[in-house]
């Protein structure tokens, strides 16, 4: 059998979806034996200042040093590769690969890749997450690359609402109708395929409108961790 390879999980951002993450790794294996699962080093650091306040708000601390020191000391420990669920967090990519020799299994590119191969070229993708993913236009950029066209909810702040509730309270009805309503509006303006692209909201069931095409980023992860540990990427 092919030695795993391990994989560092920068985490805590928040500590629902690492644990869920975790999860879903598990789930996705095949195991015969604990040895068949995939080796993993977790930081659930919940200290990491926040995304919104740094990117949406401009006065917050700024995460970058504290993700890179996370980093760095995932390397040192032995991860081959890094990942990180939490896609605000990926405005820091560049800045953590140019301080780690392993790769970052950058959930942003691979969710927008997927999203791009769904939506044909030109398509309208719609992205639900954050407020701080359309300020800060990392997806708007991976999704361009692929060749389509990144749109948002108009009620940003709605969604902003929805994952403060959804750290407070967990996945309440509550959450799941203002995702619901938001997917209905990218629905409308066009965008068929859309992507879960907040890992809180990669928590609720059902949070989206029945005619769109579902892409979870967390899920995309999963796969691109499991790939990456088995030796069938990077």
Not at 180 to 191: I, P, Y
Request: glycine fraction near 10%.
């Amino acid at each position: 059998m092919t030695e795993l390879r391990t994989v560092g999980i920068l985490g805590g951002m928040g500590p629902e979806p690492t644990l869920a993450l975790m999860e879903r790794i598990k789930a996705a294996v095949d195991a015969n034996s604990t040895s068949d699962h995939v080796p993993l080093l977790v930081d659930m650091n919940t200290q990491i200042p926040s995304r919104v306040s740094a990117l949406v708000n401009g006065d917050g601390t700024d995460p970058g040093p504290l993700l890179v020191e996370m980093g760095q000391r995932m390397e040192v420990a032995g991860a081959k590769a890094l990942a990180m669920p939490c896609n605000a967090s990926h405005q820091y990519a560049s800045i953590l690969s140019d301080a780690i020799d392993i790769p970052l299994l950058d959930m942003v590119v691979l969710t927008s890749e997927a999203a791009c191969r769904a939506a044909k070229t030109g398509g309208k993708v719609g992205v639900l997450g954050s407020p701080a993913l359309q300020q800060s236009g990392i997806f708007d950029a991976a999704i361009s690359a692929g060749g389509g066209i990144a749109i948002y909810p108009e009620d940003q702040g709605m969604l902003l609402d929805a994952i403060r509730e959804i750290r407070a309270h967990g996945p309440t009805p509550s959450v799941r109708d203002k995702v619901v309503t938001a997917s209905h509006n990218l629905l409308w303006q066009g965008a068929q395929v859309q992507l879960v692209a907040c890992t809180e909201f990669s928590l609720l069931e059902r949070a989206m409108d029945p005619g769109a095409i579902k892409i979870d980023a967390l899920n995309v992860l999963v796969d691109a961790i499991v790939g990456f540990s088995r030796g069938m990427s990077g």
